[in-house]
């Protein structure tokens, strides 16, 4: 029960912590669970990263398995609803916010000024995930994939697919 | 080609039903981050967003806390239904991935860490890493009607990619740094006509 609630904490804590998304606080979670708090070996840690990118959904899922991990059911409930709660009450907000005053100047700034940056730091995080690619045949399919999903239709399974296929072949 | 979903007429969820399956349908097709299918889904399939609104609703939830994709879902759930509209694009985005991994987290008490899947992974990460880059090229089309204009809205950007891939600031220093200039330029913009 201590740990349960200990986990709710850790969540609650995080939660607006989490600017730029659930994995910014991954070095956090590590800190709390596995330095300071010793519920979990680095092994198990990086094994509850690892499930959470085989599992398709938003990237904050490695979350509540790390609550998973350490007191079961009750404990990703815990770590779920903690990191959620804050942050989504706050996005409420600010979104009420927004649409209340969807016509004023300052909003339609905000929007227009923020779009651009949006863009460009979603360009970057792609830039930056292919960055350490071992081969030129990685970046190859990294940069044929980017030309699909930008001038076609292609399914993204497909592509996605396709990628486990050349990786599983040792080809990227 | 490109165009035309951008210009279609707004299309609304029928039913808080409607809204739950959708983002349970993207969020079980998102691998290694669910944002390319999202927009696929949001602008081309269901066409409840137009190409400027997905980024601009992205904005704001990139600039709050918390995971943007579950941000990015409240709101648009808030927008047509309110709270339970929110509550219901939220649940449809995490609710069965979350028994997805967790029952993956029960079978696989070692973690997924066996050559072949880190291999597999390695693979669908480069696609990842260019599904990303290739949405964020078709999203730019969206910003054609800003204040910034084309140029402005380049440079901004140019600015923010620099800071992230060159800089290596974090990303609530680059939205510190920049967006005010942005926002204050897009403002300044807006008053001539």
């Known amino acids: 029960m201590n740990a349960v609630l200990e986990l709710f904490f850790h969540g609650l804590v995080l939660s607006l912590l989490a600017v730029g998304g659930a994995v910014s606080t991954t070095p956090d979670w590590h800190r709390r669970l596995v330095e300071e708090g010793r519920w979990l070996s680095d092994a198990q840690f990086a094994s509850a990263i690892s499930i959470s990118q085989v599992s398709p959904g938003p990237n904050l899922l490695f979350v509540p398995v790390l609550g998973y991990q350490v007191a079961g059911l009750a404990g990703a409930a815990a770590t779920m609803l903690g990191t959620l709660i804050p942050s989504t009450s706050l996005a409420l907000l600010a979104n009420r916010w927004m649409l209340a005053r969807a016509d004023s100047p300052a909003v339609l700034a905000i929007k227009a000024g923020l779009a651009p940056i949006t863009l460009a730091l979603l360009l970057a995080a792609g830039w930056l995930l292919a960055a350490p690619a071992p081969h030129r045949a990685s970046w190859l399919l990294t940069a044929a994939c980017a030309l699909l999903a930008w001038r076609t239709r292609v399914h993204i399974l497909a592509m996605l697919g396709a990628g486990a296929v050349l990786g599983l072949l040792g080809w990227v | ?193």
């Open chain 2, 1 to 193: 080609m490109q165009m035309s979903s951008n210009e279609s007429p707004p299309v609304r969820p029928r039913s808080l039903g409607e809204l739950f399956t959708v983002f349970t349908r993207l969020a079980l097709q998102g691998f290694g981050g669910v944002l390319p299918v999202a927009q696929r889904v949001l602008c081309e399939e269901t066409r409840w967003l137009s190409r400027a609104e997905f980024t601009e609703t992205l904005a704001l939830a990139q600039v709050l806390p918390g995971p943007n994709l579950c941000n990015l879902a409240l709101m648009i759930g808030d927008r047509y239904f309110g709270l339970r509209g929110a509550f219901m694009a939220l649940a449809g985005m995490i609710a069965v991935p979350l028994i997805v991994v967790l029952v993956l987290a029960a079978l696989l008490a070692h973690g997924a860490d066996a050559p072949w899947v880190v291999d597999t992974l390695r693979g669908m990460g480069a696609v990842s890493a260019g599904l990303m880059m290739g949405t964020a090229l078709k999203l730019a089309s969206g910003l054609k009607h800003s204040p910034l204009r084309r140029i402005g809205a380049a440079l901004v950007a140019l600015a923010a990619f620099l800071a992230v891939v060159a800089l290596r600031l974090p990303l609530w220093a680059v939205i510190a740094a920049l967006g005010p200039l942005s926002i204050g330029l897009s403002a300044l913009l807006a008053r001539r006509p």
